[in-house]
């Protein structure tokens, strides 16, 4: 059994710093853009009209219940067919916000239709339109509901961005097969990435703990 070396490993740390930043880049982009889309397909969902209801439900079935890595490739190698081209990690970033919104809808839904009917009727004797009942009234305290699922989501989809390593894009599973195919530790480097999703996926749990009562659902 040879001896591990992780000093040769580490002395490339430039490497895992790269690919642990475009992590990043596209969890911060999926976020944002997949969250929003999850708070518009759960509203239509919960309280749109029929024939949005039934857009949404395909949407969020078929995302759902098809590998994320086929919905990678088709965006990356199918849309090309009909003349849609863009970089590995474009189509990265929109495939995870796609597969963010379907769950994130679902998620988001539950927390809407567990709001109490007095107080929507509440927010209606005030004389409050639908825009402000939605915006005050009923999404704070739904976010509020659902906040843990929200952020065991938007980890999943940090982890699940390794995928994208599948069509080179340069995230951190993708710099560390490079690295493990040049050095040929491929246990340390392994190691290496697993020790930083961890630590990042521990540091956005906490980021969003604090955010969420203080900026998205603060009474």
Known sequence: MSNLDFASVLANW??????AAITVLMTVIATIFGLVLGIACGW???QGPLWLRIIVSCYVELTRNTPYIIQLFFIF??????GIRMSALNAS??????NLGAYACEIVRSG???TPKGQVEAAQSLALNNWQIFTRVVLPPALSRVWDAIIGQVII????SAVCSQISTAELSFQANLLASQNFHNFESYIVATVIYLFLAVVVRQIFRWIGPRFIFAR
């Open 77 to 82: 190698f199918g849309l090309p067919a009909i």
């Open 44 to 46: 239509s969902r919960a």
């Open 157 to 160: 989809i940090m982890l699940g």
């Open 93 to 98: 970033i929109i495939s995870l916000i796609i």
């Open 14 to 19: 430039q490497v895992f710093v790269d690919g």
């Open 112 to 114: 809407i239709q567990s």
